[in-house]
């Protein structure tokens, strides 16, 4: 490598981490599904929950449509 390669990368700003709304989105499908998977333990819905609920409400902020939870419909029809 040239001098002049090694000054032009270390003249670069470094790359900052970013996240969409897409990333959050996936995130909150990710937790639907590990939670129909049984995956969490009954002293964490709670917290979990809690997580998901500020996550969809920030989604459904910004105008994303976020996919409802299919067996809470059922139960409650069902109930």
Same mark, same amino acid.
């Given at each position: 490598?040239?001098?002049?390669d090694?000054?032009?990368i270390?003249?670069q700003?470094?790359?900052?981490?970013?996240?969409?709304?897409?990333?959050?989105?996936?995130?909150?499908?990710?937790?639907?599904?590990?939670?129909?998977?049984?995956?969490? +333990?009954?002293? &964490?819905? #709670? $917290?979990?929950? !809690?997580v998901?609920?500020?996550?969809v409400?920030?989604?459904?902020?910004?105008?994303?449509?976020? +996919?409802?939870? &299919?067996? #809470? $419909?059922?139960n !409650?029809?069902?109930?």
């Amino acid at each position: 490598m040239s001098e002049e390669d090694t000054q032009s990368i270390q003249n670069q700003e470094p790359v900052k981490p970013s996240i969409t709304l897409q990333d959050i989105a996936s995130v909150v499908e990710i937790m639907r599904v590990v939670t129909d998977r049984g995956v969490w +333990k009954v002293s &964490e819905l #709670s $917290s979990v929950g !809690q997580v998901y609920d500020r996550l969809v409400a920030f989604l459904e902020a910004a105008g994303i449509q976020v +996919k409802k939870d &299919e067996a #809470s $419909s059922e139960n !409650q029809a069902q109930g």
